[in-house]
């Protein structure tokens, strides 16, 4: 297994829609242990093909305690999305240490393939229902930020801009 580059915001790879996912292939199944490491290694709770610069529709979530418990989601789909809608605190492996509320569904269903290119449906709430949400945004080429107002996604901008300029030197 590999560790993968994640992309930071403002990327303009980050606003490419990923393709579908024609089958489970040896490579696919590579890069999704890839991404699982990656996304430990950088203690993140999930983590989308997009943001490896592979735009491709796969996302992997782990919201558990113990850290063993990943969800492979190729070709997710939601099916179902409850009316109620939550306010809640989120980041991003792409935006790092950057906060911010954000509005999302309480709780949704998600038809996908898992690893083994089985179809299968997950009914997510709370935190893994938001966690879904955020990285099938990265799916639809959309990031976190772009739901917040000019100015903070402007100063978010600025800010890793800096940060990008002070790490290359």
């Not at 303009?12 to 990656?38: C, G, N």
């Not at 179902?80 to 269903?109: F, M, Q």
């Not at 978010?156 to 940060?163: A, G, N, P, R, Y």
Request: net charge negative.
């Amino acid at each position: 297994m590999a560790l993968l580059n994640i992309l930071c915001y403002p990327d303009p790879r980050l606003y490419t829609i990923a393709r579908s996912v024609a089958e489970v292939t040896p490579e696919i199944i590579t890069l999704i242990d890839d991404m699982i490491e990656t996304m430990y290694d950088s203690n993140g709770i999930g983590l989308a093909a997009t943001q490896v610069d592979v735009h491709q529709r796969i996302i992997v979530i782990d919201v558990s305690d113990n850290r063993e418990s990943p969800i492979v989601l190729i070709n997710p789909e939601i099916v179902w999305a409850h009316p109620d809608r939550v306010k809640g605190d989120e980041g991003c492996l792409s935006v790092p240490n950057t906060y911010d509320s954000i509005e999302r569904a309480l709780e949704i269903k998600v038809a996908a393939m898992d690893k083994t290119g089985q179809t299968r449906e997950i009914h997510a709430k709370e935190l893994l229902a938001v966690c879904v949400q955020h990285e099938m945004d990265h799916l639809e080429g959309k990031v976190f930020v772009d739901y917040l107002s000019t100015l903070k996604r402007n100063r978010i901008k600025t800010k890793m801009l800096k940060l990008q300029r002070e790490q290359s030197r």
